[in-house]
């Protein structure tokens, strides 16, 4: 516990809420922890090295945890109450066989059961009812069936459907698209709320751009017959199975539309390679090969300057879609964060950064936390921004020199927010904790990627389990690993 709480210290701070609360015991689990402090938590719990977690649902739905006693202090998830198949998957973790004979499962909000005759809080109650009862448990469902559904605003419910056979033309013009959309409609129905229709149609493009990047991992489009390959893809997809006479003929025609938008858009096999690997929307795959075709020349020459970080960053920001970026007050700072980030600045000097620029978050414009910290470096860098890198080093990779060497050493420090090839090579190797990596690359710094962090992890396993003593117990398991 000690240990633990030593480098949440090291991470956030020693003055920050969580490395006290560490400090008596209490271990948080949720998206903004550091990813090695959440693997050590997990790891402390399947070992009964700690004993009180406090966390999101998502630990107790993905991780075979030993939970005795699941304290449920909310239902509700992201605004939504949480489905009935998921909250039974929830409680299905407290008294695992093999590890516990029975578990219980805690409401801990008392007007569950203290109001429950009355009027105004009695639906607390029968919240509480309908999700322990299993049969009323929700139908399976496909996220492309979303297609189907129209929008709804105003009182009464006005519903607006959109034509899905039209959904192709999100395809490589996706933001254009919408926004064309959302201004005709507000024009001819001032009721409607701009951000709401905006973001039920970029929940269309989501799921167009999805059913493309499953088109292009699993169809030839080579030769004839292309529209009736892509037919049959959507023969097969439970949405197809499951929607009525009318809406398969519809799938069927959104399959095949986008798969020959797909040929039309992106014609060379090479580039279909590049959207197959990449998880971004072919919309902005197009747009980055053309940024790169501009921005070639520059950006060797800031490479022979050491300035490539610069460019690299305007571009990684400008297509970056992450809400812990978006909803910062004063995005300016980010060149600085990203800066920081690489050189493996701990969290709580990166909140202190955007608390000396007087940065505020979101709409109500409040302070900063170092849990904003984390999310806008491991999601919205480490994350959504080496997503954006990985591309257009995906995009580089046929270029002769050094640029394309150079762009995938700075998509692995966006990634992992590490400064040097050595820190890289035993983080990716399985120390995954900057703070943890860093330390190991300070002792051995000829390391040079992760096959060579594991030869030193073998040969040197000794003086790196003294290096390791000083961090939780995970750390030594993943050297186990290696050595046995």
């Not at 009736?228 to 197809?240: F, I, Q, S, Y």
């Not at 978006?326 to 701990?346: H, K, R, Y």
């Not at 020199?401 to 040097?420: I, M």
Request: charged fraction near 20%; glycine fraction near 8%.
């Amino acid at each position: 516990m000690q240990k633990l709480t030593l480098l949440f210290s090291r991470h956030i701070g020693e003055g920050a809420s969580t490395t006290k609360a560490a400090a008596l015991g209490i271990f948080p689990h949720h998206s903004s922890v550091p990813n090695g402090l959440r693997l050590s938590v997990e790891f402390g719990m399947k070992t009964d090295r700690i004993k009180f977690v406090v966390c999101t649902s998502t630990l107790a739905q993905g991780v075979n945890l030993p939970i005795r006693y699941l304290i449920v202090t909310s239902v509700y998830q992201g605004g939504e109450r949480m489905l009935v198949r998921d909250f039974h998957n929830l409680i299905g973790r407290a008294g695992r066989a093999g590890m516990h004979t029975e578990g219980s499962i805690i409401f801990a909000d008392t007007k569950v059961f203290d109001k429950k005759r009355q009027l105004r809080d009695g639906w607390r109650w029968r919240t509480a009812k309908e999700l322990l009862d299993p049969a009323n448990s929700e139908p399976s469902s496909s996220s492309i069936s979303a297609i189907f559904q129209p929008f709804e605003f105003g009182r009464p419910t006005q519903r607006i459907t959109i034509n899905v056979e039209l959904l192709h033309n999100l395809l490589f013009d996706d933001e254009t698209t919408v926004e064309a959309a959302v201004a005709a409609l507000v024009n001819q129905n001032p009721g409607v709320d701009a951000k709401e229709f905006r973001r039920f149609l970029q929940e269309r493009v989501r799921v167009v751009h999805g059913i493309a990047s499953f088109l292009v991992a699993h169809l030839d489009f080579a030769g004839d017959g292309l529209a009736e390959r892509a037919v049959n893809l959507a023969k097969n997809t439970l949405a197809h199975y499951l929607a009525n006479e009318g809406q398969q003929a519809q799938i069927e025609t959104v399959f095949r539309t986008i798969a020959e938008g797909i040929l039309a858009g992106a014609a060379t096999e090479e580039l279909r390679a590049t959207l197959r690997r990449s998880p971004l929307a072919p919309t902005t795959v197009n747009s980055l090969k053309a940024w790169l075709a501009d921005n070639r020349a520059s950006l060797i020459q800031a490479l022979q300057g050491g300035t490539l970080l610069a460019p690299i960053s305007a571009v990684v920001l400008q297509y970056n879609r992450s809400g812990t970026i978006t909803s910062l007050s004063d995005q300016a700072i980010m060149p600085q964060i990203i800066e920081s980030w690489v050189e493996g600045a701990p969290f709580a000097a990166i909140l202190q950064l955007m608390v000396e620029r007087g940065i505020r978050i979101g709409g109500k414009k409040r302070r900063p936390t170092v849990e904003d910290a984390v999310a806008i470096c491991e999601s919205g860098l480490g994350y959504e921004g080496a997503m954006i890198l990985a591309t257009i080093a995906d995009l580089a990779e046929g270029d002769g020199g050094e640029l394309p060497g150079a762009l995938a050493f700075l998509q692995r420090q966006l990634k992992c927010g590490l400064p040097s090839l050595a820190a890289l090579g035993f983080f990716e190797a399985g120390f995954a904790d900057r703070v943890v990596a860093q330390t190991l690359a300070d002792a051995f710094p000829t390391v040079s990627d992760r096959e060579t962090a594991r030869f030193a992890a073998r040969i040197a396993a000794p003086r790196i389990r003294e290096i390791l003593n000083t961090f939780p117990s995970y750390f030594s398991s993943v050297l186990d690993e290696f050595v046995a």
